[in-house]
């Protein structure tokens, strides 16, 4: 099948790349004319582990192109794929603007039966929205789908190829008929695809990622308490986990959930809840609980400390998680700017996330070339984001490099008996702290 894609974004990128290793041909269309100049010579402008591959495979195989031209691209193609951004407006509701800017043109360009397919994160209503903006420009027929993605950075290649289950919302039989042709390779393996109607698949999304949230969320409301009554959480995740109605996953405490999903899916949600006179208590607690818990080390620091005027700070990771370059509601910047209101000095070290962070800090902080030259000089070290490269130090050699052996740990990187008798202070979250 003939496929255009709208906004080659993450989502787009990956969702266009995955359709055409599925066998379509597909047209991935943005406005910047020079990432798309770059795709067309190669070149991914993301970093995801196993994209560039696949990429490269399916320019090669012509199965994969790239253009400005939305006109060309959706003359070529059946089925339109909106993967554009929907950022957080002022009051936290989503912005649609760029989605529906496109559906207009849409509208203006169409000439046969096209699907036109949501698979930007979209308040309910969205594809009613779509439907309705599309509609002023013509007459042809055309069905709106929501088709939310699930992905997770980091893992986008795996999860795309391999989804849990697609969810596909549509109330049209002859879009059904179609999204169950696209996603034929997936049933033919097992992966169930769900069809439902629009506005229930557009909440799933929501649902799904806030459930999450909460559940984070929760794990480090218990890891506080553990602090509290000298429990310890990893023994208390093992034991929750271990109920198959709980699970294993998404349970690690730690410094707060961040990323270009969660905080804003949580915040959009809780605003589509008070359009309506809804109040989400669950969530507005959830959004507070985390606000604190990202920071929740300085406050550590400064009662080991006292005064951080001066004090040197090696921080290990950047990215709001390992495994990408993303540094959007990391942690990291939460814990950075107040340390540094507070007189503290940093050094950094993220291979991967250095540069988006030089962009918007420039020099504000000192960047190291390696995990044990962050830590020259340092009074302490704190850990921001769970690289693995970070899992199995040599304590020895840390020692050797730092002022004090003082470690604050956000990301639960080290068993306890790892540090034991390594000689350093080692605060973690949800364990008893070692002295
Ligand atoms: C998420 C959803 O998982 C994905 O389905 C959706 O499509 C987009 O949002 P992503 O933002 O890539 O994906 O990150 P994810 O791996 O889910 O982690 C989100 C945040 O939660 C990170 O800050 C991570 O560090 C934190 N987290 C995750 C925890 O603190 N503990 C956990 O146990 C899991």
Same mark, same amino acid.
């Given at each position: ?30 406005? %910047? ?15 995801? @582990? ?13 199965? +994969? ?22 950022? @957080? ?5 989503? %912005? ?51 088709? &939310? ?53 557009? +909440? ?35 034991? $929750? ?9 998404? +349970?690690? @405490? ?8 969660? &905080?804003? %899916? ?63 509601? #990391? ?12 007189? #503290? ?17 420039? %020099? ?16 302490? +070290? ?15 050699? $840390?020692?050797?490099? $730092? ?33």
């Amino acid at each position: 099948m003939n496929i255009t894609i709208v906004g080659t974004g993450y989502v787009g990128l990956v969702t266009g790349t995955t359709l055409a290793e599925l066998g379509n041909t597909v047209y991935c269309v943005d406005i %910047d004319f020079k990432k798309v100049e770059q795709m067309k010579q190669g070149i991914v402008p993301i970093y995801e @582990p196993g994209l560039e591959e696949m990429f490269l495979r399916n320019i090669q195989a012509q199965r +994969l192109f790239f253009t400005t031209d939305l006109r060309e691209a959706l003359n070529e193609s059946e089925v339109i794929y909106l993967a554009l951004p929907t950022p @957080p407006g002022e009051d936290g509701s989503a %912005d649609l603007s760029y989605v529906l800017s496109v559906a207009t043109q849409i509208g203006e360009m169409l000439t046969e039966y096209k699907i036109i397919v949501n698979k930007s994160t979209v308040p309910v209503g969205t594809a009613d929205k779509v439907r309705e903006t599309i509609s002023v420009h013509t007459n042809i027929e055309f069905d709106v789908v929501s088709n &939310p993605e699930f992905l997770r950075e980091g893992f986008a290649v795996e999860d795309s190829m391999n989804p849990a289950r697609v969810i596909v919302g549509t109330e049209s039989e002859r879009a059904q008929e179609i999204m169950a042709k696209i996603y034929q390779p997936f049933t033919n393996t097992g992966i169930p695809i769900i069809f439902m109607d629009e506005k229930s698949s557009e +909440l799933t999304k929501y649902a799904a990622n806030s459930f999450l949230a909460v559940k984070i969320t929760f794990m480090n409301e218990i890891a506080n308490y553990c602090e509290k009554v000298g429990a310890d959480v990893d023994k208390v995740r093992l034991g $929750m986990g271990s109920d198959d109605r709980i699970g294993h996953r998404f +349970l690690f @405490p730690g410094i707060g959930y961040g990323g270009s999903c969660f &905080p804003k %899916d949580v915040k959009a949600l809780i605003k589509s809840g008070k359009q309506e006179g809804f109040d989400f208590q669950i969530l507005e607690a959830t959004e507070e609980v985390n606000k604190n818990q990202k920071v929740i080390l300085v406050s550590e620091i400064e009662k080991f400390f006292g005064d951080l005027a001066g004090k040197k700070i090696a921080l290990w990771g950047l990215a709001f998680k390992a495994n990408t370059d993303d540094i959007r509601e #990391a942690s990291s910047l939460d814990n950075i700017k107040i340390l540094l209101e507070k007189g #503290a000095k940093i050094t950094a070290y993220d291979a991967i996330a250095e540069d988006n962070v030089r962009r918007v800090l420039g %020099d504000q902080i000192s960047y190291a070339p390696d995990m044990y030259s962050a830590l020259q000089d340092a009074d302490c +070290l704190l850990i921001a984001t769970e690289w693995s490269e970070f899992k199995n130090p040599n304590f020895d050699l $840390m020692a050797s490099k $730092m002022n004090q052996k003082v470690i604050f740990d956000g990301r639960n990187m080290f068993a306890l008996e790892q540090v034991e008798d390594s000689g350093f202070h080692y605060k973690s979250i949800g364990r008893r702290t070692i002295s």
